[in-house]
């Protein structure tokens, strides 16, 4: 046997496996998403409204709907608010009031059952 030979490192598959797990890495990044709890702060009022061609609709923490002194439960407003909409100019500006306590999906929805009628001008309110 003969020691004197200094071995060779072979670091092909070490550069192959870091080069797999490169491009794994350079797929998968872009699609990743965090969540963390935030608290939104108060809003600013950025300009001043006009009371006259507004229509407002108010949403309380038990998720009562209020179109003037009308109530509304969630989930017959979709429906009760379509037919409503034709005594209404689809250019008024529409401003959605919503308790703070509310799930997010809760205001979306009733914000989407509003965009669907055709609204066009629809504004979240905040304090």
Known sequence: ??????P??????????MLVLMAI???TAPTMT?????????GTQSKE???ESKVTIRMDAQKVIYLGKEQFS????????????KNFNLNTTVFIRADKHLAYGDVIYLLKSVK??????????TE
């Open 116 to 125: 669907d009628v055709g609204f066009t001008k629809v504004s979240l309110i």
């Open 74 to 85: 969630l989930d017959n407003f979709r429906d009760t608010f379509m037919m409503k909409s």
């Open 8 to 17: 060779d490192l072979n670091i092909t598959p070490f550069v192959d496996v």
């Open 34 to 42: 965090y969540q963390e709890k935030i608290d939104l702060p108060q």
């Open 49 to 51: 409204v006009d009371k």
């Open 1 to 6: 046997m003969n020691w004197d030979d200094e």
């Open 25 to 27: 890495l350079m797929v």
